[in-house]
Structures are given as structure tokens and as C-alpha cells.
């Protein structure tokens, strides 16, 4: 049981360059989340997904898009990288009683 | 939307002593106020939570109050030992609609042996 993954752990990007960062679960939860982190910040909440199938936006969702694949996966998408996303990315998972479980973060870059 | 405000920012206390974090939360409507501890480099780890039809809930040398008429809930930790140290958040959430959690600013927590 790993919980909920990550990928990639790194990642440094150019401005105005794309990439996808992946979330998995295996812990049969309904809702994922996306949330980064700045430095001394509590987390923000990027996007949501309820359920497979549905996603809505949270707290700060410019210059991002999310898939939510199937149930267990939940990808979040940069299209055109901005220095501002430098950040630290988690993905979490939660219970029907709404505790939220963690991944081990991305860490990204943008020059 | 919610907002959460989270207190002191930074806290220092001998080993064996207590920890106090606060937080007041503005949505009459949140329901579920769970504590974060983040080590450094690392993910949030839920430490304990409180729903909103208890006032105090206990673990161990970890205990946390909620005062909903006043909308603000406490973190205690008691006989606080070095590895305590870390960065803790308090959140809040409604339990329905959009349940994703408001965090705090987080509370450096610092244990001096």
C-alpha cells in the first residue's frame, strides 16, 4: 500500500515550457487534490476532483489544467511555464470523513 | 470563501514544557479542523483532528480544542520533546460542497533540549 505518489520528485523548467506532474492513490478515495506550497506559506488549493470525472477550481488555478484519468490517478498540467509557479506541488487524497493524505511533493523550478 | 489565521508564526520552548498554536477560521459553516505536522523537505502529516460536534479531542501528549462560538480552535502539546520540532498548520473545511481544506500560515515549532 504506497499511499499516494508522485512524480517527478525534481523537475526545472525554461519559461513558456510544458509539463504534466502525475498523482496516483491506491487507497480507493474519491477526492484528489492539488495544492503548492511557497517558501514560509501554508498550502493552497490549486484544483479539486470530487469524484472520476468531475474537477473544479480552488483557490488559485490560473495557469494550470487537471485531468482526473480514472480513480486513482490525478494529473496537474503546466502549459506555459511562469517563474510565479516556482513551487512546491502535493497531491493529496481523502477519506468519505474528509482526512486528507499527502504525497511527497514535487519540487519545481522555473528559470 | 474561508480564511484561517494561524498564531505565533514561530514558537521556541525548552524540552518538557507545553506548546500552544491558535487558529480562528471565518466560515460559520467549516466543520472539520485537522493539525498538520510538515518536518522539513517533507509531506503534511496529519497528527489529529476535531469535528465540529466535539469541543476537545486527546492523543497522547497531543491535544486539540474547538471554541465554534467564537471560531477558533488550539493545538497543546505537552512534555514537548526535540523531535516535536517542526512546522505545524491548522486547516478547516466545510463537509459539504467544496471540501478541500483552508490551511493556515504554519507555526515554526522549535524544542531547545
Known amino acids: 500500500n504506497a499511499g499516494v505518489t508522485q512524480t517527478p520528485k525534481f523537475q526545472v523548467l525554461k519559461t513558456g515550457q510544458s509539463m504534466t506532474l502525475q498523482c496516483a492513490q491506491d487507497m480507493n478515495h474519491n477526492s484528489m487534490y492539488w495544492y503548492r506550497q511557497d517558501p514560509g506559506m501554508g498550502l493552497r488549493l490549486i484544483y479539486y476532483?470530487?469524484?472520476?470525472?468531475?474537477?473544479d477550481k480552488g483557490e488559485v488555478p490560473n495557469g494550470y489544467n487537471v485531468s482526473r484519468l480514472n480513480k486513482r490517478e490525478f494529473s496537474l498540467r503546466l502549459e506555459s511555464a511562469a517563474p510565479s509557479q516556482t513551487s512546491v506541488y502535493f497531491c493529496?487524497?481523502?477519506?468519505?470523513?474528509?482526512?486528507?493524505?499527502f504525497g511527497p511533493g514535487t519540487r519545481l523550478t522555473v528559470l | 470563501g474561508e480564511n484561517v489565521e494561524q498564531h505565533p508564526s514561530t514558537l521556541s520552548v525548552q524540552e518538557g514544557d507545553s506548546a500552544v498554536i491558535k487558529c480562528t477560521y471565518s466560515?460559520?459553516?467549516?466543520?472539520?479542523f485537522p493539525w498538520y505536522k510538515q518536518e522539513l523537505g517533507k509531506r503534511p502529516q496529519l497528527i489529529i483532528d476535531?469535528?465540529?460536534?466535539?469541543g476537545e479531542k486527546k492523543d497522547q501528549r497531543i491535544a486539540v480544542t474547538l471554541n465554534k462560538t467564537a471560531k477558533h480552535f488550539s493545538l497543546h502539546i505537552t512534555e514537548t520533546q526535540p523531535e516535536d520540532s517542526a512546522v505545524y498548520f491548522c486547516?478547516?473545511?466545510?463537509?459539504?460542497?467544496?471540501?478541500?481544506?483552508?490551511f493556515g500560515s504554519g507555526t515554526r515549532l522549535q524544542v531547545q533540549p
Open positions: 476532483s470530487a469524484s472520476e470525472g468531475t474537477t
Open positions: 476535531i469535528r465540529s460536534n466535539v
Open positions: 466560515d460559520s459553516a467549516s466543520n472539520y
Open positions: 486547516a478547516a473545511s466545510s463537509g459539504t460542497g467544496r471540501r478541500a481544506l483552508t
Open positions: 493529496a487524497s481523502s477519506t468519505s470523513a474528509n482526512e486528507q493524505f
